[in-house]
């Protein structure tokens, strides 16, 4: 490739930077090797594409316990509009505890645009918590309080993380990371 050939690349890559996550791989492949008239039509097919993420179609998991720190709120909103993912909360709770343990958040939520749905779940834990996730496809993955009661099961391996059909994110409250000796979880990978 001839280097004025790479640099136009390069500036078309930056150009297209601010379209993030609202275009497919083929769109921005397309996109970066067309002519200025498909740059037209992608910018139109990603004012679609941005008017249709309105309504998410994909979701940031929530294991809601009795209690929501600060910690974990904050890594979920920051996802969910890094993402442009809604949230759904899951929990053994009622509705109306639910709506209460949210209800400091709602406001940054609404301002975020995020839309928020809730599960309530019944039953055994693992079980109930698998069979609501493989019934939501559209849950890229679940976030839960490390120290909290599915986080803590996950830790010591009485639930295996291959038993949910999504990624878990640990979240720890500041300060009160679980020491693992640098020994890995079950079923969890090294990052490369």
Same mark, same amino acid.
């Given at each position: 490739?001839?280097?004025?050939?790479?640099?136009?690349?390069?500036?078309?890559?930056? +150009?297209?930077?601010?379209?993030?996550?609202?275009?497919?791989?083929?769109?921005?492949?397309? /996109? *970066?090797? /067309?002519?200025?008239?498909?740059?037209?039509? !992608?910018?139109?097919?990603?004012? $679609?594409?941005?008017?249709? +993420?309105?309504?998410?179609?994909?979701?940031?998991?929530?294991?809601?316990? @009795?209690?929501?720190? /600060? +910690?974990?709120?904050?890594?979920?909103?920051? $996802?969910? %509009?890094?993402?442009?993912?809604?949230?759904?909360?899951? @929990?053994?709770?009622?509705?109306?505890?639910?709506?209460?343990?949210? /209800?400091?958040?709602?406001?940054?939520?609404?301002?975020?645009?995020?839309?928020?749905? $809730?599960?309530? *779940?019944?039953?055994?834990?693992? =079980?109930?918590?698998?069979?609501?996730?493989?019934?939501?496809?559209?849950?890229?993955?679940? !976030?839960?309080?490390?120290?909290?009661?599915?986080?803590?099961?996950?830790?010591?391996?009485?639930?295996?993380?291959? +038993?949910?059909?999504?990624? %878990? !994110? *640990?979240?720890?409250?500041?300060?009160?990371? !679980?020491?693992?000796?640098?020994?890995?979880?079950?079923?969890?990978? =090294?990052?490369?």
């Amino acid at each position: 490739m001839s280097q004025p050939s790479s640099l136009k690349r390069m500036m078309n890559a930056l +150009s297209f930077a601010h379209l993030g996550e609202s275009l497919s791989l083929s769109q921005k492949d397309r /996109a *970066l090797s /067309a002519s200025t008239a498909t740059t037209v039509q !992608v910018e139109a097919a990603a004012d $679609t594409q941005a008017s249709a +993420s309105a309504v998410p179609r994909s979701q940031v998991g929530l294991y809601l316990g @009795s209690e929501l720190p /600060a +910690s974990v709120m904050q890594y979920v909103l920051q $996802t969910c %509009v890094r993402l442009h993912h809604g949230l759904t909360v899951f @929990s053994f709770q009622s509705e109306r505890e639910i709506d209460a343990t949210l /209800a400091p958040h709602r406001h940054a939520l609404a301002e975020a645009n995020v839309i928020v749905k $809730t599960v309530a *779940l019944t039953g055994d834990p693992a =079980r109930a918590l698998a069979s609501a996730l493989k019934r939501r496809s559209g849950v890229a993955f679940l !976030v839960c309080n490390e120290s909290g009661f599915l986080g803590s099961r996950l830790t010591r391996g009485a639930i295996s993380p291959d +038993s949910l059909p999504v990624p %878990v !994110v *640990l979240v720890a409250a500041r300060g009160e990371a !679980v020491e693992h000796r640098g020994a890995m979880l079950p079923g969890a990978t =090294r990052a490369a």
